[in-house]
Each structure stands twice: as structure tokens, then as C-alpha cells.
């Protein structure tokens, strides 16, 4: 199971958020600090937000993000923001390893389809940000549908993978929510990663077991409650 340490880049600064609010913002240093931490730690991938783009600033961070993507040396997976074929071709060109459509894809759905066919499949993939079942958009303040209805919508447009977040557990640091992410798994044939809530290695290791492709680390992560390395070996991502 793959290891994905969050940066999420607010102001040009590396923060995390609790359940997605911009007041609750803690600064943990710039962006290529926090890449290079995690990188030296022994990730071998990253997970970049553009929290900016999420709440509507899209353009802002860009010259970050593109410096950050330019020097980085290991896969990138990139949202935040992200509203049209051009912008996601744009970070596909640079060299993201795959874009994650969030709102874009509630609100254009052939995006998915049309960049499928262009980048290939693995380079798209959807977000499913669930808020107590439903679908969360537009910085998780709005709620559009299922979220299974919606994992399932995103996977036969040509998503090659679905990022799972659960909006409920995010950034609370008291662990996930199992069983809203095995009745995603088991609904789809594509890989789903899973976001919020991931505290220790048990929680890994039960996301592990019921089928999960990958994790991402944030909260947790950066306030010490879990290590990079704790994380690495419950996921056994050398297998």
C-alpha cells in the first residue's frame, strides 16, 4: 500500500487544516521544506493540495507549486482547484504524475473522460470528499449526491483512481472510519486511496486489509502523533 505525506499549500505556506476550515490553519514552514522532510524520511510519494485553488484561487501558489514540481524527484499526485482541462493538462504536461479532480469532476464529468483519453487513465484521478455519505464540493461546503453513486460515475468516465476522504474524521486525529471506505472499495474495480483520519498504524493496517491502494498522511503526520517511517512499515510499501 502506497504512502502519500500530504503538503497542503495555503499562502504559499505548508499548513493543515482541521475539517477543511481556512481559520484553523497551522503553519508548518514552506512547501519545499515539508517535500524535502518527508522525501528524506523515505517517502516516495507526495500528495500536493493547492488549498488556494480549492477555496476559488486557482492561480495563486502556481509559481510554488510549479518550482516545487520541477525540483521534486519522486511521483506527484496534484488538486486543489483544478476546473478545466486546461489547467489539469497544464500540471500533466509539466509532470504531475496524476491530477485529482474534485468539484470539476461533480460539475463536469466528461473532464474525466477528456483527459483520460488524452494523458491515459492513471493520470486522472476523481476525488470522492464525502461529508456523511453525500458528496462534498466547492471547498466541502456543498453536498451533490452519493458518494458511491458518484465513485462509480467517476470510474466508468475513465478515472484510473478515486481519492477517498472522509470530511467527517478529517484532520480530527482520532482515527478513520472503516466502513464508509470498504463499501467505496467494494463498489468499484479501480484503486481508491484513502484520506482523513489516518492516526496510527493500526489504522493502516486496517485500511490495508480491507483493500485500500494507498493512504494519505496529514494531521497526524505533522503534529508527531504518527511517524513517516511508523506509517511505512504498517503499509509495507516495498510489497
Known sequence: MIVFPAVDILGGRCVQLVQGRRETATDFGTPGDCARRWMQEGAR??????????????????????EMINEIGIPVQLGGGIRSFED???????GVERVILGTSAVREPDLISRLADRFGSRRVMAGVDARQGKIAVEGWEKTAGDYIDWGRTFADLGAGSLLYT?????GLQRGISPDPVARLIESV?????????????????????IGAHGIVLGSALYSGKLSLREALEAADEDR
Open 88 to 94: 489539469a493538462a497544464g500540471w500533466l504536461d509539466l
Open 189 to 209: 474495480s479501480i484503486p481508491v486511496v484513502v484520506a482523513g483520519g489516518v492516526s496510527s498504524p493500526a489504522d493502516i493496517t486496517v485500511l490495508k486489509a
Open 166 to 170: 472522509n470530511v467527517d474524521v478529517e
Open 45 to 66: 510519494h507526495l500528495h500536493i493540495i493547492n488549498l488556494d485553488g480549492a477555496f476559488g484561487d486557482s492561480r495563486r501558489n502556481a509559481a510554488v507549486l510549479r
